[in-house]
């Protein structure tokens, strides 16, 4: 089992920042990609940004220039700093990660998602 626990969200005016963590923890032997969705009500969830093991990352063309993710191995942390946030970046963002079990075994695992409204 890999538990993830994403914090960070709330309330913030437009053009303000947020910086989310997503800390993953359980029996697994490390964790290859990593990445922040969200999902805005009534919308399908999208992918804001991912991130691999190499470092490689990629992001959503709504957040380039904006939004940076980055990672801890060591703490098997992931992070997504927020800056110049957007009314139309209100949502729910959930943390999502491939841990890996075992040679060529892999587990992908949500978190519960943490919430972030944009208004004035």
């Known amino acids: 089992q890999v538990q993830l626990v994403e914090s960070g969200g709330g309330l913030v005016q437009p053009g303000g920042s947020l910086r989310l963590s997503c800390a993953a923890s359980g029996t697994m032997l490390g964790i290859d990609a990593m990445g922040w969705y969200r999902q805005a009500p009534g919308k399908q969830r999208e992918l804001v940004a991912r991130?691999?093991?190499?470092?490689?990352?990629n992001y959503a063309d709504s957040v380039k220039g904006r939004f940076t993710i980055s990672r801890d191995n060591a703490k098997n942390t992931l992070y997504l700093q927020m800056n110049s946030l957007k009314p139309e970046d209100t949502a729910v963002y959930y943390c999502?990660?491939?841990?890996?079990?075992?040679?060529?075994?892999?587990?992908?695992?949500w978190g519960e998602g943490t919430q972030v409204t944009v208004s004035s």
């Open positions: 999502n990660v491939d841990a890996i079990m075992g040679w060529n075994r892999y587990l992908n695992a």
């Open positions: 991130i691999v093991s190499g470092g490689n990352t």
